[in-house]
């Protein structure tokens, strides 16, 4: 599903598109606006999407980054799916804290646990 | 020598190797006089957010190839960032607090909110095309 100037790794399991990062800094805006060009063709695929996103390599995000994961979530609402994200580095997971965007997402520790939401 | 203050003064335009550059720069000597991990991690968000916003939002409407300016100190105490735009400036009390329930699902607006929770300090000048940020040195390592 990912090309080869994909920014990330996409694998369907048991219903749940899982999206992966493929660079450790998600810092530049045209990475960013590419991400989310490639997600939203992953969204506008499915009825009622179901997207798993793991944050597992991921050292650095900006709040570009941020705007973005909001505006899927918003896409995601609207067409009555679901998403999760997993895998977030203490770190990074402070700025979702900072931002109170851990109020807004629905963050799990990790890939498994995100996918029993899912159930 | 390790220990003394560095300093310098950096001139960029809007492309991302550049602003990698200046960032590496400034980070590479901060965990060089001793910075932990978790500064480092502040220091390198602030910059970015700060440079994305004099680029993004100060120079909106001026040319592609308008550069700003990034000053550095770094002493075994304290950072200090300084980052100018050729812009007109902007009033940052006006700008909307993306924390609040009303405005948490808005896109943009947090750069300001994470440059003033990683920072020690930010000011910017009565234009309000320049930023000055302080980071300290953490009392426990």
Known sequence: MSGSDSRIRVKEVDGVTQVEFIDRNILDEANIQAIGEEIDRIIADSPSPKLLISFANVDHLSSAALGTLITINTKIRNRAGKLCLADIDPQIYEVFVITRLNQLFDIHESKEAAMKAFA | ?141
């Open chain 2, 1 to 141: 020598m390790p220990g003394s203050p560095m300093s310098g003064q950096v001139s960029l335009v809007n492309d991302r190797d550049q602003i990698n550059a200046v960032q590496d720069l400034v980070v590479e000597q901060a965990e060089e006089l001793g910075f932990p991990n978790g500064a480092r991690f502040a220091l390198r968000l602030a910059i970015e957010e700060a440079i994305v916003n004099a680029f993004r939002h100060g120079h909106r409407g001026l040319p592609d190839d308008t550069p700003i300016t990034v000053e550095y100190t770094i002493s075994p105490e304290r950072i200090n960032v300084a980052i100018e735009d050729r812009g007109p400036g902007f009033v940052p009390a006006a700008v909307p607090d993306p924390t609040l329930d009303e405005n948490l699902e808005n896109p943009g607006g947090r750069g300001l909110v994470l440059m003033r929770a990683y920072m020690s300090r930010v000011r910017h000048n009565d234009r309000g095309n320049r930023v000055e940020m302080e980071l300290l040195m953490p009392d426990e390592l």
